[in-house]
Each structure stands twice: as structure tokens, then as C-alpha cells.
T-cell receptor, first 109, second 114 residues
Framework: GIQVEQSPPDLILQEGANSTLRCNFSDSVNNLQWFHQNPWGQLINLFYIPSGTKQNGRLSATTVATERYSLLYISSSQTTDSGVYFCAVELNNNNDMRFGAGTRLTVKP | DTGVSQNPRHKITKRGQNVTFRCDPISEHNRLYWYRQTLGQGPEFLTYFQNEAQLEKSRLLSDRFSAERPKGSFSTLEIQRTEQGDSAMYLC????????????FGQGTRLTVV
């Protein structure tokens, strides 16, 4: 089956720093999403980004589908950015959605 | 529409009992997914429906697990003869199957088997 790999697994930052999270996937995909899981376990949609670049405030994401990776950029990080970030992909030939293992981000004041 | 709704939010049950969870998707969404998440792990795919048809089931979905979506609207996930290893967060998501297929998740049902 498809492999979805996220790196780094853990990231600790000082408030105000920038960071880049990476998602590699092993097969062609229809769809790629980035989520932030809050402390209560809910997955919050960040980006729906099968290809190209999108920005939303301090967050932006880029997916290069031909090279099978996506990047999530967080600029000027805040303590409220802490949590686990997941990417999830929907395969071209199979419509279920598979998750990576996540990146746990800790932003220190 | 208030988004994907899951009930109950929490369930504590004794080993060997049966439990049933409900998921109400976003109303116009024809796809519905179930996932299981244990502590420190990413969500693991269990099964998904397109309308009322169950199109795929993971090998994680043993014969103690069954999911239905009888009229292509809400879905139920039943676990029979629960085991302690079933303790997890059960997540439901919904999406369209055409155009922008962005999936949205409910708040989850946290199951504890004692």
C-alpha cells in the first residue's frame, strides 16, 4: 500500500521561529490534506492541496505532486501552534485516505 | 450545517460488551470514512462508504467490527465483544466524491474498555 512519511517526528521551537514540515508519499494521489490535531483530539483542516501552493495567514503549504512531497510552512510560530500536524493522501486508484504518523510541534514561550 | 457529528463523545464499557457509535456527516457529502487512533499514532483507516455502499474495509476491521450506512446518510460502527485493545479514539469523516474532495472530521468518540 501507499507509504506516507512525515518528518521530523518531533520539533521544538521558540516562539517566533519559523518551521517546515514535510510529507513524502510513495504513489500518485488525487488529494492531499494537512490537519492540525488539537489537544481534545479533533482534526482541524489546514489545507486541501493536491498540487500548487496556498497560504492562510502565517501558514502556507506547497505540494509537488510529480515529486511526491508536500511541505507545510509555519512562520512566526506561536504557542497555540503546538500540537500534532498530519498529512493525509487520497490515492489516484483508490479513494480511501491514508495518514502519516504526524509531526509533534512544541512551541515554547 | 454544523459539520460532522459523532455520538457519544465518550464511552466506557466493560470487556465483552457490545458498543455502537454513530456518525452524522455533512448533509451533502456522499463519502463517509471511519478511522481509529491510539495514543501517539496517526489515524488508521478502517472503512469507507460511498452513499450506502461500503467500498473498502481495512484488515484492522476484524469480524467483531461492523459498519453500516443504511440510507447513505448517517453511519454506525459496532464493536462486538469488546477487548481492552479496542480502547482508542474512533474518528469519522465525510467528503464529496467529486470536485473538491476535502474531508472534514468529527470530534471523535473515545472508547475505554475496562
Amino acid at each position: 500500500g501507499i507509504q506516507v512519511e512525515q518528518s521530523p517526528p518531533d520539533l521544538i521551537l521558540q516562539e517566533g521561529a519559523n518551521s517546515t514540515l514535510r510529507c513524502n508519499f510513495s504513489d500518485s494521489v488525487n488529494n492531499l490534506q494537512w490537519f492540525h490535531q488539537n489537544p481534545w483530539g479533533q482534526l482541524i483542516n489546514l489545507f486541501y492541496i493536491p498540487s500548487g501552493t496556498k497560504q492562510n495567514g502565517r501558514l502556507s503549504a506547497t505540494t509537488v505532486a510529480t515529486e511526491r512531497y508536500s511541505l507545510l510552512y509555519i512562520s512566526s510560530s506561536q504557542t497555540t501552534d503546538s500540537g500534532v500536524y498530519f498529512c493525509a493522501v487520497e490515492l489516484n486508484n483508490n479513494n480511501d485516505m491514508r495518514f502519516g504518523a504526524g509531526t509533534r510541534l512544541t512551541v515554547k514561550p | 450545517d454544523t459539520g460532522v457529528s459523532q455520538n457519544p463523545r465518550h464511552k466506557i464499557t466493560k470487556r465483552g460488551q457490545n458498543v455502537t457509535f454513530r456518525c452524522d456527516p455533512i448533509s451533502e457529502h456522499n463519502r463517509l470514512y471511519w478511522y481509529r487512533q491510539t495514543l501517539g499514532q496517526g489515524p488508521e483507516f478502517l472503512t469507507y462508504f460511498q452513499n450506502e455502499a461500503q467500498l473498502e474495509k481495512s484488515r484492522l476491521l476484524s469480524d467483531r467490527f461492523s459498519a453500516e450506512r443504511p440510507k447513505g446518510s448517517f453511519s454506525t460502527l459496532e464493536i462486538q465483544r469488546t477487548e481492552q485493545g479496542d480502547s482508542a479514539m474512533y474518528l469519522c469523516a465525510s467528503s464529496l466524491s467529486w470536485g473538491v474532495t476535502e474531508a472534514f472530521f468529527g470530534q471523535g468518540t473515545r472508547l475505554t474498555v475496562v
